[in-house]
């Protein structure tokens, strides 16, 4: 029998978390790895086929086993565990050449089994120049706020992800590390789970419906929080309200450009990293980005100190395809007609029939990679995609057929047990020529399939939206831009960059190339999208009519961080809003004024106003002298409304709505339920 290919996510601890929905924690105690180690030798040495069902049940039942509080073989385990990580620890005491007093190890301040364990599981034999000198800045040695700034693939992650470490292990304090996507927390997760069973930390995962709150006090272990961006949010208000914020001693920020997105995303992470600047006394925050213009405005906000380097592992030429010509990228020239320099005339054997079907010779500028080296085929919308991926496979047939034709059968049965037999008819297509498509249409499960297969060569090449630019690792020897659009919208520098970005596979490619094609008539954008300065990143506070500065000034009210108007003022003073608050021509007192009346208004704030001799109601003791505080507070209903994460304006109404249900609720059937329970948006049909 032929062996089947199994789905990463029921080899991982996550595996584990999706069967449980409480359970997104990963216990150290618990060996994890080795059963999981053991279980793929096992597999592989019996070549028995294994469904992913029959496996995750497998895992399932030893990690219930493992977790049998008292039973010998799980005690024996964790002292095991315990008396190897204290040997590496004293070892790595003994070791240690300087550093500073939270130094326990000679690599950058960890123990050497760090070391191994990123060779082990990384494959990272030693650093990059840039990365040693970034870890001995003497920002990063004083524990001042940093941000730095390198190209795509550039290895930032590593550097963060050392510091994490050795606040974890060093300074014994929980760490948090805030992530633009649910998909690329997830990834994230199942990457540093290895590390966290070998050196005993938690790692918790706060994307979607996961993630405690309040959330759980450990006391043996210390945690890192893997957050999306509104989880981070809501972890940092209830780590406030417990008073518990300084257990935090770094936040990591990964993609911080994202501070400019002008949406409610952008304006949760401004309010998560302004409450943390206001309310921690030693939390360091650390900022990473590929894409920064005015870096200025942000090292000011957070009062961080700058590091960028244009480093880049593996050398990427850029092209434009314009027509039948391909033009290099010159970007570092000031003169607009060098930018472009022709360097051939595309001409491919394609018959009339052909030329109708792909004008641009997509399928020829993928046939010069695929199926030997791999290529991303980026497109504006999911139904491109999907296209895309059926166009190519009508057309290169016999290019395409035959290789990797055990793994391909063995991913497209799997897809297909995912779908409890059902198969989406673009993949079923496209899966036997070694194509998929890749974009949010997919489940979590299909998509972990498609790119665990793509990473290992089954699949040769995916067609992505955007999405796929933003982090997930997933790089090819060639990218191409089908359009530079993402939907409607022409494409921003930042994304471009992204994009381009996954070309070159470091330690696989020695170079790696992308190629943009373009229309005649955005000839004249092009030159931007390919030179221009990055778009820079302002405040995001006031999208929707100053809608980010309402729900800053609830929840800090709420929290009781700015109990007074002078506090709400000095609160404010700290956003990135305040700081380009000129280059906006924007009033801030007044947007304070206005949006603080505005809670009033709406019923979520109260004033209290005494006198500063401890008086009661100043306005009755006209006589005293004594000057007047104006203490502010959250009603019943504005604490109901930041706790619950409603929107401001429309709290109000819900909260109308559900007075007027409570009296006179008749629930005739669960649809009757269901639809008081909808929310307002969707019940307007606008999803
Ligand atoms: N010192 C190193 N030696 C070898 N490989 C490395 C090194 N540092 C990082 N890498 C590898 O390079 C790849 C890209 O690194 P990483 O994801 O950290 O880049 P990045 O700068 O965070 O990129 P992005 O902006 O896309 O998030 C990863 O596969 C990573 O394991």
Redesign the pocket.
Known sequence: MKPRLTPIHSLTPSGQASENKHSNTYNTKISHSHNVTELKRKSSENRTPITSRTLKSRIKQMLQGNAKVGSPQSNKLQRLQKESIEEAIAQAQKDRLGGTEYDIGPFYGLPSKVEELFTKH???????EW?KECLSLPAIQQRQNLIYS?????????VAEILILRELLCRKKDTMLILPFVSIVQEKVRGLAPFAVDLDFLVEEYAGHKGHMPPKMRQKSNSLYICTMEKANGLVNCLIEMGKLDNIGLVVV?ELHMLGEGGSRGAVLEMTLTKLMHASTDCQIIG?S?TLNNTSDLTRFLQAELYSNNFR?VELTEYVKLEDNIFTVNADTIIPDEKLRHDRIVSYPYTSKMVKQDPDHLCGLVSEVIPDKSCLVFCSTKKNCENVAVLLCEMMPRHLKGRNRQAREALYRTLKEEGNGQMCPVLRKTVPYGLAYHHSGLTMDERKLIEEAYSEGTLCLLTCTSTLAA?V?LPAKRVILRAPYVGMNFLQRSQYK?MV?RAGR??IDTSGESIVIVKKKDKEKLLDLISGPYDSCMSSLMYDSAKGVRSLLLTTIGLKLTPTIESVIELMRRTLLDIQSSTLGLDIPDITKDALQSLIDLGMVKQTRTRIDGSDDPLSQITSQSPIITHIEVTRLGKATFKGSVDIQRAPTLFTDLCKAQKSLVVSNHLHLLYLATPYDYRSGQH
């Open positions: 990384r494959k990272i034999k030693s650093l990059y990365q390198l190209p795509t693939s550039g290895g930032k992650t590593l990964d990473m590929a592992p982090g690792n992204q970005g470091a330690g």
